[in-house]
């Protein structure tokens, strides 16, 4: 499929994934990227990309506001990144994950009804899984771990009912644990890395705790592939995940071996927001065979590219 001239409209786009992804379509041909924020966000992470990407403020708890913009835009493919409740310690307003998680999120697609909209991409959460002994895929039971994976999986399950009632295409993607460029300082690999190279303390919770680390630019690889992708889908759900687990002792160890210094962890200083599996993987064959798409890195080959950004780019976390 061409992708001459396509309209790539990404909700939340000054975001760590959202900036990623608009970076990463802009060094393709073809795509003209248009974002959706609100108001008074920083756009640290667009920086020297501004000129190439038109910004929409718009709030898409505001239906009227939201329809006007997208008929602007008439976009071909969204990707919904724009979400409430990530970022456990700070995001709590369970009210606000419901307005902006599924009430926003049914805006949009009520917005984007006259539309042709090639594919709709939502991003939901590896969090709504129930944790198992074996790699998480697909069709295995949820049980969502907090009100904020709760309202992406409520999401998740009203969008199938979107999809027979307007025929849009539409893609659900649960994201397991991402980590790169422009990530906020106060995520897990960030924080080590910035506190290591000011030979700093880090605090950590239990070194004992389990995550599918998906490096960045596997994801954003992910998310082109599947514009390229020709097929519609009923609301399909798909992992994004690396496929393999790693502990957070061993996180600390490779970026120990990577800096080549000891790092002087200290565990039991951060608390979890949920409960901690013991086995935490995805399942990502699924993907692999309907996108011809497979990570290329592994966790020593993406936290050295992570390593070699954040020591170039550091005046951004000061």
């Known amino acids: 499929m061409t992708t001459k001239n396509q309209k790539v409209l990404i909700t939340g786009g000054a975001g760590f994934i959202g900036a990623n992804l608009a ?106 899984y129930k944790a198992k002994k074996s790699s998480l895929n697909e069709n295995d039971p949820v049980d969502p771990s907090n009100a904020y994976h709760i309202t992406k999986l409520t999401t998740e399950l009203l969008l199938k009912k979107v999809v027979a009632q307007t025929k849009m295409s539409v893609i659900n993607l649960r994201l397991f644990t991402a980590y790169g460029f422009y990530e906020d300082g106060q995520r897990l690999i960030p924080h080590i890395i910035l506190n290591a190279l000011d030979n700093k303390n880090v605090d950590l919770s239990s070194p004992n705790y389990v995550r599918d680390f998906i490096f960045i630019e596997d994801l ?67 993907a692999k065979v309907e996108f011809n798409w497979k990570p290329t890195h592994s966790l020593e080959s993406g936290i050295a590219k992570t390593i070699n950004w954040f020591k170039e780019n550091k005046e951004y976390y000061l």
């Open 23 to 128: 970076r990463k379509l802009i060094s393709q041909s073809g795509f003209k990227v248009f974002i959706i924020e609100k108001n008074g966000v920083n756009l640290w992470r667009l920086e020297g990309i501004l000129s190439s990407i038109t910004i929409n403020y718009t709030d898409i708890e505001n239906l009227a506001e939201l329809q006007k913009t997208i008929d602007d835009i008439k976009p071909d493919f969204v990707f919904h990144l724009a979400t409430y409740g990530v970022y456990s310690a700070i995001q709590t307003d369970v009210r606000k994950m419901i307005d902006i998680n599924i009430k926003g999120t049914l805006n949009l697609i009520d917005a984007l009804k006259n539309c042709n909209v090639r594919c709709f991409i939502h991003t939901a959460s590896c969090g709504e």
């Open 220 to 286: 954003t690889d992910a998310f082109l592939k599947i514009i390229k992708n020709k097929k519609r889908y009923q609301a399909d759900t798909f992992n994004i995940g690396s496929g393999r687990q790693h502990n957070i002792e061993s996180v600390v160890k490779t970026i120990e071996k990577l800096l080549g210094k000891k790092i002087n962890a200290k565990y039991g200083k951060r608390k979890s927001y949920y409960e901690e599996p013991d086995f935490f993987q995805a399942n990502n064959k699924k």
